[in-house]
Structure formats: C-alpha cells, structure tokens
C-alpha cells in the first residue's frame, strides 16, 4: 500500500527545480528564469534577502553565503531535485551551496560552458554575453570549470539603456523589443569580428526570451539559463518511452 510521509519544512508538494532569486524588483516576461510560465514543470521560488546587484555582480559580497545556503535548505525540503538560480553571477556560491544540500545545483548558466568548449573543435571560441561586461570577472570562467577560458569572447549589455534599468538599476519597467534589437545586434557583431565563434552563450536569467531572435541572426547554438534548467530537469525525471517498433 502506497503512502506518502510528510517532509519537515515543507509547506508545499511537487515541484521539480527551485529557483533561488536574487533580491530585485525586475519585472520577469515570459522565458525569464523568473516566470513561472518558461516551464512545462512545477517550480518554486524563493527570494534571498540582502543579495542584491549592487552585492552580487557591483560589489560582490561574500557574506551572503549563508544566506544563499539557507535558501537552498529550504528549496530542498520542499523535495526539488534540482536547485538553479536567476543570475549567472551566482556561480560564486555554487561549491558552497552544492556541499550544503543532496540536490543537483546548477546556480549559473556558466556551466554550460565547459560542454561547449569540448563539443566544440580545437580553435573554435564562444561568445558569451552577460548582464554586464565591466563587471565580468573572468575568473568566473575557471569557476565554471573551462579548461581555456580564453575561448570565451565576453560582451556585455551595460550599454544597452533599456536593458540596464531594469536588470542593473532596478527601474520597475522593460520593453522587450529594444532590448532585442540590442542584444541582436550585440551579437551580431561580435560573431562577425571572430568567424571562430561557433556558439553562444546568454548568461544572463533575463535573456531567454530572446534567444530564437540571437539564432536566427548568427545561426550558431544559443545556450542559456533555460536550456541549462530543461537539461537537467529532464535528467532528474526521466520518462518511459512510448513509440513503435
């Protein structure tokens, strides 16, 4: 006879990936890691207090760890078998909150990168673009774990003025289409300054919804926090094979 035994500390049941958002007031669209509606799979949110731009990707504030941690704890108790988040930066908590939980973690769209890197033939390089290249520490590059992190070529939107509000200075109002046009023509440009560019990475939680207009510019793979979460995802919920034979 089935039955099913309360876990302490949940509120709440079946939900695959938990989701620990940073503290901002960004509005999320649809195919942001922060709109429920991305997903074809339950998930569940959890904001962590204090870890702001300003002390996440302007000055990064190692001080939120246990913060970051505690978050995480509670996002498994609610029994989630993969815990993500809604900014690459995040990667600098990634060892602490994957030694603190028995989840798969995966808090950064950076670690996606070494598989890039190895799929990719010798020589080819990856644009990555992120939230804000000024702040880029390259650093993050050895943290996700590439063997040569020189193959990356960083570009970042800092420059694109509706895209910084509402991501970098929490302004409470985004207009997707100049945003594409932006990030389009950002990545347009750099893959045509380096024809060893053979993919593309988004690092940034809000550029999903962008994407499909990236690839049908550069026709190249367009990774990002999606496609990472859908991955692993579907590894921890594996489904029976119906066809024929």
């Given at each position: 006879?089935?039955?099913?035994?309360?876990?302490?500390?949940?509120?709440?049941?079946?939900?695959?990936?938990?989701?620990?958002?940073?503290?901002?007031?960004?509005?999320?669209?649809?195919?942001?890691?922060?709109?429920?509606?991305?997903?074809?799979?339950?998930?569940?949110?959890?904001?962590?207090?204090?870890?702001?731009?300003?002390?996440?990707?302007?000055?990064?504030?190692?001080?939120?760890?246990?913060?970051?941690?505690?978050?995480?704890?509670?996002?498994?108790?609610?029994?989630?078998?993969?815990?993500?988040?809604?900014?690459?930066?995040?990667?600098?908590?990634?060892?602490?909150?994957?030694?603190?939980?028995?989840?798969?973690?995966?808090?950064?769209?950076?670690?996606?990168?070494?598989?890039?890197?190895?799929?990719?033939?010798?020589?080819?390089?990856?644009?990555?673009?992120?939230?804000?290249?000024?702040?880029?520490?390259?650093?993050?590059?050895?943290?996700?774990?590439?063997?040569?992190?020189?193959?990356?070529?960083?570009?970042?939107?800092?420059?694109?003025?509706?895209?910084?509000?509402?991501?970098?200075?929490?302004?409470?109002?985004?207009?997707?289409?100049?945003?594409?046009?932006?990030?389009?023509?950002?990545?347009?440009?750099?893959?045509?300054?380096?024809?060893?560019?053979?993919?593309?990475?988004?690092?940034?939680?809000?550029?999903?919804?962008?994407?499909?207009?990236?690839?049908?510019?550069?026709?190249?793979?367009?990774?990002?926090?999606v496609t990472m979460i859908d991955n692993f995802q579907s590894a921890a919920f594996r489904k029976d094979f119906t066809g024929f034979y």
């Amino acid at each position: 006879m089935e039955e099913f035994v309360a876990r302490p500390g949940a509120d709440s049941y079946g939900h695959a990936v938990g989701i620990i958002l940073i503290d901002s007031p960004t509005p999320f669209i649809p195919g942001d890691v922060g709109n429920a509606s991305t997903y074809k799979y339950p998930v569940l949110y959890r904001t962590v207090t204090g870890v702001t731009v300003e002390r996440l990707i302007n000055h990064f504030d190692p001080t939120n760890t246990e913060a970051v941690v505690k978050t995480a704890k509670e996002l498994a108790a609610h029994g989630v078998r993969f815990i993500t988040s809604d900014c690459g930066f995040m990667l600098k908590f990634q060892k602490a909150v994957a030694s603190s939980v028995n989840v798969t973690v995966g808090l950064s769209s950076l670690l996606q990168l070494p598989l890039i890197e190895t799929v990719l033939a010798e020589g080819d390089k990856i644009a990555v673009i992120t939230a804000n290249g000024q702040k880029f520490d390259r650093e993050l590059l050895t943290l996700a774990g590439m063997k040569n992190p020189e193959v990356a070529v960083v570009r970042g939107l800092e420059g694109c003025p509706d895209f910084k509000g509402p991501a970098l200075d929490n302004t409470l109002r985004l207009k997707p289409d100049p945003i594409r046009r932006y990030l389009t023509d950002l990545t347009q440009r750099t893959v045509a300054g380096d024809p060893a560019i053979k993919a593309v990475l988004l690092e940034c939680s809000m550029l999903p919804p962008y994407a499909t207009a990236v690839q049908r510019a550069v026709g190249l793979p367009v990774f990002d926090f999606v496609t990472m979460i859908d991955n692993f995802q579907s590894a921890a919920f594996r489904k029976d094979f119906t066809g024929f034979y």
